[in-house]
T-cell receptor, first 112, second 116 residues
Framework: SQQGEEDPQALSIQEGENATMNCSYK?????LQWYRQNSGRGLVHLIL?????REKHSGRLRVTLDTSKKSSSLLITASRAADTASYFC????????????FGSGTQLTVLP | NAGVTQTPKFQVLKTGQSMTLQCAQD?????MYWYRQDPGMGLRLIYY???????DKGEVPNGYNVSRLNKREFSLRLESAAPSQTSVYFC???????????????FGEGSWLTVV
């Protein structure tokens, strides 16, 4: 069963707008990671946020984590056409730290 | 630095045939993984190897076997392919030896397998 579930499943925005994707999970976690997948390619790590952190930034990316709600959000600011990809959250639970469990992803399309 | 390399990129199998997906990493990582990705399902862990000489089942191990040949290589074998195994397979690796918490996973480019 999947630990993380992204919302929305698909998102289409104009270049320059901000994109927000959400991830909800079921069990307590050590860390939550976000990955990006371009069409036909492997996944690439974007950012990791630990369970004791509430917010983290990396360039145009901002990740928040609310452990009380078991949810995380990924914000991409000033989006570009090159940001078009699928975005996945991944969690490692307290009971199974060696395994990352991936959600089903959000397909982001940034229109030029 | 090639990262994670997996072969073949594409393969068509007939039901009942066997094949092995090969994977190698050159990052001196301890842990290696095999995932499958199906539309709308995200990635599901098939098997993983936390260190050389060990392998463990993931979420969907049935119909697969793995071999951690050495620290660099981790192969996935389909003994008798079924149409339900049509999927995209990803090999991955991470530095973690004991516990994967907080470790970034590096992925290969994927192998597209079709079983007819």
């Amino acid at each position: 069963s999947q630990q993380g579930e992204e919302d929305p499943q698909a998102l289409s925005i104009q270049e320059g707008e901000n994109a927000t994707m959400n991830c909800s999970y079921k069990t307590s976690i050590n860390n939550l990671q976000w990955y990006r997948q371009n069409s036909g390619r492997g996944l690439v790590h974007l950012i990791l946020i630990r369970s004791n952190e509430r917010e983290k930034h990396s360039g145009r990316l901002r990740v928040t984590l609310d452990t009380s709600k078991k949810s995380s959000s990924l914000l991409i600011t000033a989006s570009r056409a090159a940001d078009t990809a699928s975005y996945f959250c991944a969690t490692d639970s307290l009971s199974s730290a060696r395994q990352l469990t991936f959600g089903s992803g959000t397909q982001l399309t940034v229109l030029p | 630095n090639a990262g994670v390399t997996q072969t073949p990129k594409f393969q068509v199998l007939k039901t009942g045939q066997s094949m092995t997906l090969q994977c190698a990493q050159d990052m001196n990582h301890n842990s290696m993984y095999w995932y499958r990705q199906d539309p709308g399902m995200g990635l599901r862990l098939i098997y993983y190897s936390a260190s050389e000489g060990t392998t463990d089942k993931g979420e969907v191990p049935n119909g697969y076997n793995v071999s951690r040949l050495n620290k660099r290589e981790f192969s996935l074998r389909l003994e008798s392919a079924a149409p339900s195994q049509t999927s995209v397979y990803f090999c991955a690796s991470s530095y973690s030896r004991v516990g994967g918490s907080g470790n970034t996973i590096y992925f290969g480019e994927g192998s597209w397998l079709t079983v007819v």
